[in-house]
């Protein structure tokens, strides 16, 4: 898979993003969910395929309740070593803030069959629009669906759901990725730092 576009978006002068390439080791497959505050606050849901991390932006987050079906918009393939980055994205460049990692870990294709490739069945779900798999995470467990859903948002062809199965880590209550997350986080703290400045920002 080309990075190229990954490339064209940034200067690697300028930020400390890995300009990485395509993994071509062969190991368990990763996930990882990076919190992102740029413009706005949102989630990055990647999945390492083709020696890329195949990516989408959630902007509520992954939920573990079944009903629950994330907006999830496909962006650029990430390189693999994205997999690690997490630090301030400069003023100036494309995504500026700072992101942090939320959620990593490995997963599989979710099969009938224990012993079909789960590459193979991955990119069939990747193609068809209805790719299934199941994460193995701290805070993210169990079976999860990205499906395509008919374009409803003027000629865009990037817009999934993102929806968790009902198994044994599901939940009928609501779930809220931001009450998962530190206090103490960077993102955290600059929210509140921005948010005392505001309370204390008197009109003249």
């Given at each position: ?102 959620d990593k870990g490995t997963y599989t294709a979710l099969k009938d069959d224990k012993d079909a490739n789960d590459e193979k069945l991955l990119k069939a779900g990747l193609k068809s629009g ?59 703290k600059l929210i509140s730092k921005e948010k005392n400045l505001r309370k204390n920002d008197k009109p003249l």
């Amino acid at each position: 898979m080309s990075l190229s576009l990954y490339k064209k978006k940034r200067d690697f002068k300028q930020t400390a993003e890995p300009a990485g390439a395509v993994n071509t080791a062969k190991e368990k497959l990763i996930f990882v969910v990076q919190r992102h505050k740029a413009s706005h606050l949102h989630y990055d849901f990647r999945l390492e395929l083709n020696g890329v991390l195949k990516s989408w932006a959630v902007p509520k987050g992954p939920s573990l309740n079944p009903g629950d079906k994330r907006l999830a918009m496909m962006v650029e393939d990430h390189p693999y070593e994205y997999k690690d980055f997490k630090g301030v994205i400069p003023e100036g460049n494309y995504g500026a803030g700072i992101v942090e990692i939320w959620d990593k870990g490995t997963y599989t294709a979710l099969k009938d069959d224990k012993d079909a490739n789960d590459e193979k069945l991955l990119k069939a779900g990747l193609k068809s629009g209805n790719l299934k798999f199941v994460l193995k995470g701290k805070k993210l467990k169990g079976e999860f669906a990205l499906v395509k859903i008919k374009n409803n948002y003027g000629d865009k062809d990037n817009v999934w759901l993102l929806i968790k199965h009902r198994d044994k880590y599901a939940t009928d209550k609501k779930y809220d990725s931001e009450k998962e997350t530190l206090k103490t986080s960077p993102i955290n703290k600059l929210i509140s730092k921005e948010k005392n400045l505001r309370k204390n920002d008197k009109p003249l």
